[in-house]
C-alpha cells in the first residue's frame, strides 16, 4: 500500500475519522490541518537549517536605515496618557535594563531584519527576564510561567529566545558580571530552551499539553546548583508572593470613606476614577456604565467563572501606572465585593494595543487587542487566571479601547535581579529557557523546532554571541535617550 501523502493525512477540525470510515462531507479547506509524520516533520527542520544556517542568528549589526529609537518611543507616546508619558521614560532612564524592558518596538523593529527559520509559535513577543515569575494556578499551586502578554502574535520562535538572551545579557552587566559569567549565563538558558525542546519533540499531544512548572520542584531541580543561602532566600521570595493576593491588596489600596469602601489616592501612580471625570460628569453616571461594561465582560469568561463574578459587586475604581513598557497605557484596578465588605475581589483592566510585532509579522487575527492578549496568553500559559478576559471599552473620552482583565494580584511575584549573583541568574536562566520553550512547544511545530536546534551548542553560542552584540546597541540607545531628555527634546519624571 503506498504511504500516505501529508494532504491524505489531513483531518477537519469536526474530528471526521482518518481511517476511510463514513464521514460527512468535506469541510472548507481552510477549516482543514495538514498532519504530517514525525519523520515529515523532521525534515521539515534540517530543511529550514540548511536554508538559515544556525550560526547565522548570532549575527548583528544596525542597519543603515535603522529608526531613531526615540522616534519609536515617541510613536508609543502619541496613543498614551500624555501625562503619563514622561514618567514612561523616567523608568526606562533607571538603568539599561530598565530601558531594554521598556524598548519591546526599538527590539522587534531590529529583529526583523534578522534570520529567521521560518518555523513560528505562538510568540510572547516580549519575553525578557523580568516578564517571567510565580503566579496561583486555579488549584492553588504556586507555578513559574511567563506573565506578561501584551505582545503576543504568532511569530518566529526565535525573537523570543533572542530577547531572552539579550535581557539576561543587559541584566549581568547591571550587576557587573564579567564578560566570561554573563557568556555562561546566556548559554545556559539557550541550552535549556534547546534541550526541552528536544524532549518535549518526543512527547505525546496531550503530555506536552499537561506540561508545567511548578516552583517547589524548581527549588528540588536547583538545590545542588546554588548555596543554600541563595536557595533559602528564592524561597522566602515564593512565601511573599502568597502574600500578594487580594486581601492584602484590599488592605493596601482602599480605606473607607464616608461608609463606603474607596480605593485610595496616589496621584499620579493611584487615581480613582472620580478625579479624572470630564467637568459635569457625573460619578454616578459613569458608575452605571462600568457596571455594565463588567457585566459584558463576564461573557468572555468559562460559565463557572460568569457565576463567580456575579457574586460580587462593582465598588470602585482608579487609574493606575504599572511596569515600565506599559506605563502611558490605561491600566484601571476595579474593586469588587462579595458577601460582605470583607470579602474584595480586585480586578485589573488593562490596555491592549497592536503589538509591536505586527508591523513585522502581519496584523492579529483578531479585531480586539484584548481578546489577542487572552488567547495568546491561554495558549501560551500552563494555567491562566480565572477572569481572564476582555473588553471594548468607551471611555470617558468618547473613544473606545481595548482592554483584557485578570485579578490585580493572585500570589503574584518575580525575581529579584538586582541582588541575583552570576550562579543564581544562571538557574534563573534555566527557569526562564525550560519555560518559554514549553510555551512555544504547545504552539508550535515543536519536532521541527528541535530538528532545527539539533544536539550540538551552535545556536546556543548563536544566541549568546547575538546577546553580546545587541546589549553594545542597547547601550546606545539607552545613550540617546538620555541625550534627548538632556537637549529638551522629551521631558522625564523620575522617581515614580
Known amino acids: 500500500m503506498a504511504a500516505k501523502t501529508a494532504k491524505d493525512r489531513a483531518i477537519s477540525t469536526d474530528g471526521r475519522r482518518r481511517d476511510g470510515g463514513a464521514a460527512a462531507a468535506p469541510a472548507p479547506a481552510a477549516r482543514r490541518v495538514a498532519h504530517l509524520t514525525p519523520d515529515e ?47 514612561r521614560y523616567g523608568r526606562m532612564l533607571v538603568s539599561p535594563f530598565t530601558f531594554f524592558r521598556g524598548a519591546a518596538l ?119 546548583s546554588v548555596s543554600g543561602k541563595q536557595l533559602a532566600k528564592a524561597k522566602s521570595t515564593a512565601a511573599k508572593a502568597r502574600t500578594r493576593d487580594t486581601m492584602q491588596a484590599f488592605s493596601k489600596l482602599t480605606r473607607e470613606v464616608d461608609g463606603e469602601r474607596r480605593i485610595i489616592a496616589d496621584p499620579p501612580l493611584i487615581v480613582p476614577v472620580e478625579d479624572l471625570l470630564p467637568e459635569g460628569q457625573q460619578r454616578g453616571e459613569v458608575e452605571a456604565q462600568l457596571r455594565g461594561l463588567i457585566r459584558s465582560y463576564r461573557r468572555t469568561l468559562e460559565t463557572d467563572r460568569r457565576h463567580l463574578l456575579e457574586e460580587y459587586e462593582f465598588v470602585h475604581m482608579a487609574r493606575k501606572v504599572v511596569g515600565v513598557g506599559s506605563v502611558g497605557t490605561r491600566a484601571w484596578i476595579l474593586l469588587l465585593l462579595g458577601r460582605d465588605g470583607q470579602d474584595p475581589l480586585f480586578l485589573q483592566a488593562k490596555e491592549a494595543q497592536e503589538s509591536v510585532l505586527e508591523r513585522f509579522v502581519g496584523r492579529s487575527r483578531y479585531q ?31 473613544q473606545s479601547r481595548d482592554f483584557y482583565i485578570r485579578q490585580l494580584r493572585d500570589w503574584k511575584g518575580s525575581a529579584d535581579v538586582d541582588t541575583m549573583t552570576a550562579t543564581a541568574m544562571a538557574v534563573y536562566a534555566r527557569w526562564c529557557g525550560a519555560t518559554l520553550a514549553r510555551a512555544h512547544a504547545r504552539s508550535g511545530d515543536r519536532i521541527a523546532i528541535a530538528s532545527y536546534l539539533g544536539t550540538s551548542d551552535v545556536f546556543d553560542k548563536a544566541i549568546a554571541d547575538f546577546s553580546a552584540a545587541y546589549a553594545d546597541q542597547n547601550e546606545r540607545d539607552f545613550q540617546t535617550l538620555l541625550d534627548a531628555v538632556q537637549s529638551g527634546r522629551i521631558t522625564a519624571q523620575t522617581g515614580l
Not at 518611543?73 to 503619563?84: A, T, Y
Not at 511567563?146 to 518566529?156: A, H, K, V, Y
Not at 520562535?157 to 549565563?185: H, P, T
Open 41 to 87: 516533520r523532521m525534515a521539515r527542520g534540517k530543511a529550514a537549517r540548511n536554508e538559515v544556517p544556525r550560526s547565522s542568528h548570532g549575527r548583528w549589526a544596525p542597519a543603515q536605515d535603522r529608526p531613531d529609537p526615540v522616534a519609536l518611543l515617541e510613536e508609543q507616546g502619541n496613543s498614551r496618557v500624555p501625562e503619563l508619558v514622561p514618567i
Open 368 to 398: 480586539n487587542c484584548g481578546q489577542r492578549v487572552v488567547a495568546g496568553q491561554r495558549l501560551m500559559q500552563a494555567a491562566s487566571d480565572i477572569f481572564l478576559g476582555w473588553q471594548r471599552v468607551p471611555g470617558y473620552d468618547g
Open 106 to 224: 526599538i527590539m522587534a523593529t531590529d529583529l526583523a531584519a534578522t534570520a529567521r527559520s521560518g518555523l513560528n509559535v505562538q510568540s510572547c513577543g516580549d519575553a525578557h527576564l523580568s516578564n517571567f515569575g510565580v503566579f496561583a494556578s486555579p488549584e492553588r499551586r504556586l507555578m513559574f510561567d511567563i506573565n506578561d502578554f501584551d505582545e503576543t502574535l504568532p511569530g518566529p520562535w526565535e525573537w523570543d529566545l533572542k530577547r531572552l538572551g539579550a535581557s539576561l545579557e543587559v541584566a549581568g552587566r547591571d550587576r557587573g558580571y564579567s564578560a566570561a559569567e554573563r557568556r555562561k549565563v546566556v548559554l545556559t538558558g539557550a541550552a535549556e530552551y534547546r534541550t526541552r525542546m528536544q524532549q518535549a519533540a518526543g512527547m505525546r499531544n496531550l503530555d506536552v499539553w499537561y506540561t508545567h512548572i511548578e516552583v517547589e520542584r524548581l527549588f528540588e531541580l536547583s538545590k545542588t
